[in-house]
């Protein structure tokens, strides 16, 4: 692993990712947030390998086809920069290192911070559903339960509260909060945290007999759509869609971090890159690693 990784090898590597994001953002504004998640979702389960672009075969259920994974997004993008880069570089530039770079693209493309990144990940062999349902967390976690889940991955409770920031941008289906609206306890209940105003505004775009699944933006205020701390005022005013988000003010040091982004952006955004860089080291490069050739299967 090394910054500028690819500046012999592959000069143009970090350019043609960051080009294919612009090009995709302008045919669909929410790409960025996509490959964010796609990115976390992938360094949670096996680390930082690209398991999470495998598809799954006769004998085998990959990560992209668990339950957890079923809005997963951005694979596309991923595979148009890795089509590139095949042209331009053969076998050099891993799966693993597109999604992180690209990740870090979107952040930036959104109004976030830019930071550098080190390459040369590389690429894993294996993909179980069963890990992805075993390691990633769910909006219906409460804190205990997240303070667990990301301690697994050795991070602390205030990066946990800023890794959460990334739900600043992007939108949610509403299969994935609608007990908070209609059944939260299994007896036809509203969630209690949720602000009565907001949540009758998210019935009207969720209704209970719906039967499409639409989507709905991640803040109360979507008309930025940019890297923001929107969010951790959504929480504080009891704004939040998920649970995973609304309990950070039930333990005192993610609320406290969750007060302190609220108020200031520039420390939002300094501990937001640096988890993000954290993130994108996760348990890389285990034995057995590869170049794929094709991001969707292995060599």
Same mark, same amino acid.
Request: charged content about 20%.
């Given at each position: 692993?090394?910054?500028?990784?690819?500046?012999?090898?592959?000069?143009?590597?970090?350019?043609?990712?960051?080009?294919?994001?612009?090009?995709?953002?302008?045919?669909?504004?929410?790409?960025?947030?996509?490959?964010?998640?796609?990115?976390?979702?992938?360094?949670?389960?096996?680390?930082?390998?690209?398991?999470?672009?495998?598809?799954?075969?006769?004998?085998?259920?990959?990560?992209?086809?668990?339950?957890?994974?079923?809005?997963?997004?951005?694979?596309?993008?991923?595979?148009?920069?890795?089509?590139?880069?095949?042209?331009?570089?053969?076998?050099?530039?891993?799966?693993?290192?597109?999604?992180?770079?690209?990740?870090?693209?979107?952040?930036?493309?959104?109004?976030?911070?830019?930071?550098?990144?080190?390459?040369?990940?590389?690429?894993?062999?294996?993909?179980?559903?069963?890990?992805?349902?075993?390691?990633?967390?769910?909006? !219906?976690?409460?804190?205990?339960?997240?303070? /667990? %889940?990301?301690?697994?991955?050795? $991070?602390?409770?205030?990066?946990? +509260?800023? &890794?959460?920031?990334?739900?600043?941008?992007?939108?949610?289906?509403?299969?994935?909060?609608?007990?908070?609206?209609?059944?939260?306890?299994?007896?036809?209940?509203?969630?209690?945290?949720?602000?009565?105003?907001?949540?009758?505004?998210?019935?009207?775009?969720?209704?209970?007999?719906?039967?499409?699944?639409?989507?709905?933006?991640?803040?109360?205020?979507?008309?930025?759509?940019?890297?923001?701390?929107?969010?951790?005022?959504?929480?504080?005013?009891?704004?939040?869609?998920?649970?995973?988000?609304?309990?950070?003010?039930?333990?005192?040091? !993610?609320?406290?971090?969750?007060?302190?982004? /609220? %108020?200031?952006?520039?420390?939002? $955004?300094?501990?937001?890159?640096? +988890?993000? &860089?954290?993130?994108?080291?996760?348990?890389?490069?285990?034995?057995?690693?590869?170049?794929?050739?094709?991001?969707?299967?292995?060599?």
């Amino acid at each position: 692993m090394a910054y500028n990784y690819y500046s012999k090898s592959c000069p143009l590597a970090e350019q043609v990712i960051y080009q294919t994001m612009v090009i995709a953002k302008q045919l669909h504004a929410g790409i960025t947030s996509d490959v964010t998640r796609l990115a976390f979702h992938d360094a949670f389960v096996e680390g930082c390998d690209a398991s999470a672009l495998i598809k799954s075969t006769p004998g085998n259920l990959a990560e992209m086809n668990a339950s957890v994974n079923k809005f997963l997004e951005g694979f596309e993008l991923i595979d148009a920069a890795k089509f590139q880069l095949e042209i331009l570089c053969p076998n050099t530039v891993s799966c693993a290192d597109i999604i992180q770079f690209a990740a870090r693209d979107g952040v930036r493309l959104d109004g976030g911070p830019f930071y550098a990144l080190p390459g040369g990940r590389l690429d894993g062999r294996v993909s179980k559903a069963s890990r992805a349902t075993q390691f990633l967390p769910l909006p !219906t976690m409460n804190v205990s339960e997240l303070k /667990a %889940n990301f301690a697994a991955k050795n $991070f602390t409770l205030e990066e946990l +509260a800023t &890794l959460s920031g990334a739900h600043t941008i992007g939108e949610s289906h509403c299969s994935s909060f609608k007990d908070r609206l209609y059944n939260f306890t299994g007896n036809g209940d509203q969630d209690p945290s949720l602000d009565p105003t907001y949540a009758r505004e998210l019935k009207a775009k969720c209704p209970q007999s719906a039967t499409s699944d639409d989507t709905v933006p991640m803040e109360s205020e979507p008309s930025t759509s940019k890297v923001n701390t929107v969010y951790y005022r959504d929480i504080l005013r009891s704004k939040s869609i998920f649970t995973s988000d609304q309990t950070l003010v039930n333990d005192p040091i !993610t609320r406290a971090t969750v007060v302190q982004f /609220a %108020n200031n952006t520039e420390i939002f $955004f300094q501990k937001f890159a640096a +988890a993000m &860089l954290k993130m994108s080291l996760l348990e890389v490069n285990k034995p057995g690693g590869e170049i794929r050739y094709n991001c969707g299967s292995i060599n």
